[in-house]
């Protein structure tokens, strides 16, 4: 059975670098048929697209978030992560990590929470 | 980037009754579209997508329809476990994938 798990910091000071790491279980990261990647919503509002990578390295990012994403991906530890820097309080949000078949997030981690305040 | 809106805000139907959320694109996005349900303190479960397929173990009460730029999810006989709110998602043309903003289907 498909799982993904977010870890990382749940408090991150405004300017430094978030980052957060999803473990995949039950599935391959290196399964030649997904994407893996990251969704992010703030506290009651909607949901926004962070970006995805395929298990070769190949990346996608949203372009309002470019500037300050970086995903990258460890098949060896069948994990992938997020990193995005300069945050602000506009920044905290639950973030889902999520495999996608093309652009569809078919599985969804649990989410965690991550605010941004000094 | 195409931006999708999702009428009404809010949808208030009751029980057993059948409840019609709309979605549009401000662009076509021809049938790659998604719908997801999301329950407070869950991740969205993915319930529809390429505008009317449904996903794995969804039940039949759900179906999705429109092509182009209008879509409609159909709850067909509202059980108390649909109270939800439901997002559409294209995938037509990414990046970005985009989202609507989501309606809340509430007890009425």
């Known amino acids: 059975q498909l799982q993904l798990q977010e870890s990382g910091p749940g408090l991150v000071k405004p300017s430094e670098t978030l980052s957060l790491t999803c473990t995949v279980s039950g599935d391959s990261i290196s399964s030649s048929t997904y994407f893996w990647g990251w969704i992010r919503q703030p506290p009651g509002k909607g949901l926004e697209w962070i970006g995805s990578?395929?298990?070769?390295?190949?990346?996608y990012y949203n372009p309002s978030l470019r500037s300050r994403v970086t995903i990258s991906v460890d098949t060896s530890k069948n994990q992938f992560s997020l990193k995005l820097s300069s945050v602000t309080a506009a920044d905290t949000a639950f973030y889902y990590c999520?495999?996608?078949?093309?652009?569809?997030?078919?599985?969804w981690g649990q989410g965690t929470l991550v605010t941004v305040s000094s | 980037e195409i931006v999708m809106t999702q009428s009404p805000a809010t949808l208030s139907v009751s029980p057993g009754e059948r409840a019609a959320l709309s979605c549009r694109a401000s662009q076509s996005v021809s049938s790659n579209l998604a719908w997801y349900q999301q329950k407070p303190g869950q991740a969205p479960r993915l319930l529809i997508y390429g505008a009317s397929t449904r996903a794995t173990g969804i039940p039949a009460r759900f179906s999705g329809s429109g092509s182009g730029t209008e879509f409609t999810l159909t709850i067909s006989s509202l059980q108390s476990e649909d109270f939800a709110v439901y997002y559409c998602q294209q995938y037509n043309n990414w990046p970005p994938i985009t989202f609507g903003q989501g309606t809340r289907l509430e007890i009425k």
């Open positions: 990578i395929y298990y070769s390295g190949t990346t």
């Open positions: 999520a495999r996608h078949r093309m652009a569809i997030p078919d599985y």
